[in-house]
């Protein structure tokens, strides 16, 4: 299992919101066979997820722990997570999400809140984010080792440096 890929998509998803078919299929790119099976329903049970899951990303943008593990808590009682031994990969053994359910949208919750839980349980629960450039509210993961990203592109970034450059520059010809 990769978990970061599944933690990935969670912030995806929350940059996809709402959710329809067409992206949906980009959240499930490359894995033709849940394309195929994926359903208004789908979209619409990963819309309403993703309402419960950007008040996490902001909680952790914020710096308020217990709110993340808090939010990520019930969204994982709420939907129960079954890893599962696989062994498709020849190169080794390797957990998958698995669900009780045939639904594709049941699937992609549990990916994402395993790779979330994992990913917060193993580099710390204020690596979630959202763009502090403004207007952008992107999500978005940050995994530098010096857990400095602000930004969730570099179009973002340069976008804000550029403004606050430019603001020093006026605010020094005054």
């Known amino acids: 299992m990769d978990f ?3 933690a990935e998509s969670g912030a995806a998803l929350l940059n996809a919101d709402p959710v329809d078919l067409d ?16 359903t208004a329903r789908d979209a619409k049970r990963l819309t309403e997820f993703a309402a419960r899951l950007r008040p996490v990303f902001a909680a952790s943008d914020e710096g308020r722990v217990p709110d993340v593990v808090a939010g990520l808590n019930a969204l994982l009682a709420e939907h129960p997570v079954t890893p599962q031994i696989s062994d498709h990969d020849p190169a080794g053994l390797h ?17 994402m809140l395993l790779g979330l839980a994992t990913l917060v349980c193993d ?6 984010g959202v763009c502090s450039a403004a ?40």
């Open 95 to 111: 957990l998958h999400a698995a669900s009780g359910s045939v639904a594709v949208s049941d699937l992609l919750i549990a990916e």
């Open 4 to 6: 970061l890929r599944y």
């Open 23 to 38: 992206s949906l299929g980009v959240l499930l790119a490359g894995r033709t066979r849940l394309q195929e099976q994926a």
């Open 123 to 128: 580099l710390g629960p204020t690596r979630l």
């Open 135 to 174: 207007p952008c509210r992107q999500a978005y993961l940050d995994t530098s080792p010096n857990r400095s990203r602000r930004y969730c592109s570099d179009r973002c970034s340069s976008r804000a440096n550029v403004a606050a450059y430019r603001a020093r520059q006026r605010a020094g010809a005054r």
